[in-house]
Each structure stands twice: as C-alpha cells, then as structure tokens.
C-alpha cells in the first residue's frame, strides 16, 4: 500500500493547463468586454480551484458588481466565502441568493451548506430537501443532502442518498466520500478502506479532498486522515470552527497533537483571510455597502428563476462588443463540470 504521508503521492495534480487555459480566457474576456461580468467569474471560479480565496473572492466581488443578479457568481461567492471560514458573511449571502432566486436549486442548498459551518448543522434541511424535489437528478444535491444527514447522525437516510449515488453518478468521487462515510459510521471499516483505496486524488481540490479525510478519520485511518485534512488547509480549505468543534467526524482526531497543529493552520489569525472589496471592509468583510444596497434592493424585486431556460438574463450594453463564442460559460457551469467529469 502507498505511503499517504503527503497527499502528493496520490493526492494533488501536478497539471494546471486547464486552469491555466480557463485563466487566459478569462482575461481576453476582460480585455474584450471591461463591463460584462464573464471574466471576473471565471478568473473567481479559477482562484478558487487553485484555492487563492482572497484572490476568488475579489474577482467574484467585482463580477457581483457588475450583475449583481448572477446566481452562478453568487453560488461560487457562497462557496468560496465557506471554504474561508468567513461563515456570516456566507449565511448572509446565502439567504439573499434564496431570496433573489427561491426556484434555484443552488439557492436552497446553499441555505443549508452554510449552517455545517456555523454550528447549526441541520437548520434549513427543508430548503435542501425542496432543492431535490426541483431538481432531484443533480448529484451535487443529491450528496449534500446525504452529507447533511450523515452530520446529523441520520445514517438510513444518509445510506439512501448514498444508494441513489452508486446508481445514478458511481464514478464521482462524492459517491465514493459519502459511501465510505456511511460504512464507516455503522462500523464497516473495510469496506471503506478498499473504496478509498481505489479513489484517485489527483484530480481533488482542497474541498474534495477534506472530505475525502471525514471519510478515512471515520474508517479509523487517523495517520491518512490527518495528511489529507492538512493538504485541503493548505490548498483552500479552512473553515476552522468547523474542524474543531462542529464537525461530527474529526471527532476521531481530536486530541492529537498533529489534529491541533493542523487546525491551528486554518485559524483566522494565522491565516488573514478577512477579505477586503476595492479596499474598504464592512460588515461582511467581503462585500461593500454599495454592492450589499444593490443586492438587497434586488431581494425587494420580483424573483425569476436563473435555473429556468426561459428566465432572462442580463446581456452587456448594446455599444459593448459581443463575447467569443462559449464566453459566457458560467463560474458555476464551470465548477460542476469539472467535478463532475472528475472519475475514480
């Protein structure tokens, strides 16, 4: 069997070319149209993958600036915001994202993913479980819904979801993370040893490849466990509270030394993740007043539906020149894809 000391022996690819590409679009798409929002998500969508938070962060604030409507930068702003620990300032954009758009799928899970982090973990699993009735062949809601059920110690329905994963998505790497999560809380540590074993982690950001960790610590590898939750810190995973207090499965790791000096890696103080827009902090410590005027007058408005093929979309001005052909690839159509088409 490998050495799982570091991750890299079977844990982070080596090869960035297709950020690298998405990168370089993304930036003639901000040479070439300056006002429309589609470079700043991508360039959003890319610092996160890379796991360079602050750098997302900006990027993703300045696309939200330009359309403050985009559901596909406010699902990535959710996101990256929870990645970095920064947990109000993620409720608070999340219950706005519900509100501006209650028929996106997204939008109802992000209501729930948010509250893992804060301590509530549970608090609105109806608006997570409606997003599955809308959309309920999505395997990314299908595994947060099975994650969430796991949290709350709800192995049955956590093992449904699970099931329905193998039949319909087997060859994600979510499948493999909450399969071996669920036998590894009922006590079937072997079995979810060999489906790790089998996962390749090459192809893992840092929020994969933390959970990918729940999965071993609970499967009684604390010695894998431990390497992969300090690669995901190192790499743009660290939401610290949730390491060391809420998260039902680091429980296994708690007390060591190397548990501690992991998470005290992902601690605000030593990290300086709180973000900065254009160079003035807030309540949020991302978004700046205006920008939080502009989204909550939208909140006011009469909601459509980003996820409906008829909802409008907002298009640069008439005087702006049109985008290259697949320019308007969404930060979110991006990060689905990627996850996606990612395989054992």
Request: proline letters at 7%.
């Amino acid at each position: 069997m490998p050495s799982w000391s570091s991750p890299r022996s079977r844990g982070s690819s080596t090869d960035r070319r297709p950020l690298d590409l998405v990168e370089t679009e993304a930036l003639a798409l901000i040479d070439l149209v300056p006002d429309a929002p589609y470079g700043h998500s991508l360039l959003g969508f890319v610092g996160y993958e890379r796991g360079r938070l602050p750098e997302a962060a900006r990027h993703l604030t300045k696309a939200l600036d330009l359309d403050p409507t985009d559901a596909d930068v406010l699902f990535m702003l959710c996101i990256t915001l929870q990645a970095a620990g920064q947990i109000e300032a993620a409720q608070r954009l999340s219950a706005r994202f519900h509100e501006m758009d209650p028929l996106s799928p997204f939008a109802g899970a992000m209501l729930c993913v948010s509250e893992w982090f804060s301590g509530h973990i549970g608090r609105h699993l109806d608006a997570l479980e409606r997003s599955r009735e809308m959309d309920p062949d999505n395997p990314i809601i299908n595994w947060a819904l099975g994650y969430t059920y796991a949290l709350m110690g709800r192995t049955g329905d956590a093992a449904r979801q699970a099931e329905w994963m193998r039949t319909h998505a087997a060859q994600l790497p979510y499948t493999v993370q909450l399969t071996s999560l669920v036998d590894g809380m009922e006590g079937r540590s072997r079995a979810a040893l060999d489906a790790l074993a089998k996962l390749d982690l090459a192809p893992l950001d840092a929020h994969h490849t933390f959970h990918i960790a729940e999965s071993y610590a609970m499967a009684g590898d604390a010695t894998r466990a431990l390497a992969l939750l300090e690669h995901a810190v190192d790499h743009g995973m660290y939401p610290y509270k949730f390491y060391a207090e809420y998260c039902p499965f680091t429980v296994p790791l708690r007390g060591s030394a190397e548990f501690d000096r992991i998470v005290a890696k992902a601690a605000p103080a030593r990290r300086g993740v709180r973000f900065v827009a254009r160079g003035r902090r807030n309540r949020t410590g991302l978004l700046t007043a205006e920008l939080e005027g502009r989204l909550a007058a939208r909140c006011l408005m009469p909601s459509t539906s980003a996820s409906s093929p008829s909802a409008p979309r907002e298009r640069p001005s008439a005087t702006a020149p049109s985008a290259p052909r697949g320019g308007r690839c969404s930060a979110r159509t991006a990060i689905l894809r990627s996850r996606c088409t990612r395989t054992r």
